[in-house]
């Protein structure tokens, strides 16, 4: 199989994730729940990724890097400890769904600023004229359908002068582009680990620059007596068991993205989608949504003139290569883009994507058109 699907997870891990994660089954078990040899390893373990994601994320404290069970709980804790019923919301027009039922199902008056794909100057225009009417912002890094890297410094920044609370969907930008919460200072960044942070499916990191409201109640290992949550971090959004195994291989995927470096990840990935698109644009018949200036992480989507997007994606996986059709759970983007009708075919890269998997998948698509 030509996996190329990672904007959904990351299919494809280090070795050394694998690894990571059958360790920790055999030699942790719950941390925080006793003092015996196996429940001190998995306390190890988890602290250790909270040092590594701090580093990583330019983060002095790692008792404000919270685990999460993917980016959506993340995202459910971070808006649910900003967003009042009823307040208003500025969001952009390429936002999931995990920030758009959210603050639907608590009533938030929902504004939408900057619907111009691949248009950055024009993105930042529209939160600047709009922010001053706000209680909150909440902003995706990177589009999930389209790639396009928003300008997430320029909106922080209205955010600090405003003083504005920001929260970012970092789904498709942690692990590839550079990421410091103190520059930003967000009030939160969530994010998956499954995706570029090589991590197995059920992790999930909030980055904490405030204390946060809990979205669960229940044990955490500490200050049993106290009827009420713990006041501080991490505990305070971590009710129950943690998933160690998970948070292992978490751990061995963001060591792999720090000694790599976010810089030669992204490079990497520009080259492939240099690649992928010069082979793309020769097959009649597809239409491409791409940046020429750049302002592209490694995703790219298209569409067929005869063909809608789910029938594409089903040949293309019947030929043994993995992409997805669609809407991709972000609705509001297609209707930025005017893809909303059928949706597109997306194709999301990964280091592990060679150009030879992506050339054998433009033979197969030129044959198909």
């Not at 920790?24 to 373990?45: D, E, T, V, W, Y």
């Not at 900057?114 to 993105?123: E, H």
């Not at 809990?214 to 009827?227: A, K, Q």
């Not at 996986?317 to 009708?341: E, N």
């Amino acid at each position: 199989m030509i996996y190329l699907d990672n904007a959904a997870t990351t299919f494809i891990k280090p070795p050394s994730v694998y690894r990571a994660v059958q360790k920790a089954m055999l030699c942790a078990s719950n941390p925080g729940r006793g003092s015996h040899q196996s429940a001190l390893k998995a306390a190890g373990i988890v602290y250790d990724c909270r040092e590594a994601a701090a580093d990583l994320f330019h983060m002095d404290d790692p008792s404000r890097v919270v685990f999460t069970y993917n980016a959506t709980h993340a995202l459910n804790l971070a808006i649910r400890s900003i967003v009042q019923p009823g307040s208003r919301v500025l969001v952009s027009g390429f936002e999931h769904n995990a920030v758009i039922r959210p603050l639907y199902a608590l009533q938030a008056d929902v504004l939408i600023a900057g619907t111009k794909l691949f248009d950055p100057a024009s993105v930042l225009d529209d939160f600047r004229n709009k922010i001053e009417s706000v209680d909150s912002v909440v902003c995706t890094h990177v589009s999930n359908v389209f790639g396009f890297e928003l300008p997430i410094n320029g909106i922080a920044s209205l955010c600090q002068e405003k003083s504005v609370p920001l929260i970012i969907d970092a789904s498709q930008s942690a692990g590839v582009l550079d990421i410091d919460m103190d520059k930003l200072g967000a009030a939160f960044i969530a994010m998956p680990g499954h995706k570029a942070l090589f991590g197995p499916q059920g992790t999930g990191i909030l980055l904490c620059g405030r204390t946060g409201d809990p979205l669960l109640f229940g044990g955490t290992g500490s200050d049993s007596v106290n009827r009420d949550m713990p006041e501080t971090l991490p505990e305070r959004l971590e009710a129950g068991t943690m998933n160690v195994p998970g948070i292992a291989g978490l751990l061995a995927g963001i060591r792999y993205v720090r000694d790599i470096g976010t810089e030669q990840i992204h490079a990497r990935e520009q080259k492939l989608m240099e690649v992928l698109i010069d082979s793309m644009s020769k097959i009649h018949g597809l239409h491409l949504y791409f940046d020429p200036a750049g302002f592209q992480g490694g995703i790219l989507s298209f569409t067929a003139d005869r063909l809608d997007s789910e029938s594409v994606s089903e040949y293309l996986s019947q030929k043994g290569i993995a992409v997805r059709g669609g809407l991709h759970c972000a609705p509001l983007a297609h209707q930025s883009a005017g893809t909303a009708d059928g949706g597109t075919v997306r194709i999301s890269l990964s280091p592990f994507v060679t150009p030879e998997q992506l050339m054998s998948s433009c033979r197969i698509l030129r044959d198909m058109f």
